[in-house]
């Protein structure tokens, strides 16, 4: 471990807790997985039109930005 920490130039501690984090970064990675499916999901169907349209119109980003923000707590 030590001569790998020593060619990678990282500090020994720093290796071990990512190490240790894989866990962590692989239950956040399953989460943003499935948020952006949920997403995806709820804009299903929505209009493509990203021209300025109407002032009524909502475009797809809008709609999109509508929807993770009322996701988000």
């Not at 060619?7 to 943003?32: F, H, N, P, Y």
């Not at 109407?54 to 709609?63: L, N």
Request: net charge positive; charged share 25%.
């Amino acid at each position: 471990m030590q001569r790998i920490c020593r060619v990678l130039k990282v500090s020994r501690s720093g290796c071990c807790r990512w190490i240790a984090g894989a866990k962590t970064r692989e239950v956040r990675q399953a989460a943003d997985e499935a948020l952006t499916a949920e997403i995806l999901e709820g804009v299903e169907g929505l209009s493509g039109r990203e021209d300025s349209g109407p002032a009524g119109s909502v475009t797809r980003r809008q709609a999109l930005s509508t929807a993770i923000a009322a996701m988000v707590p």
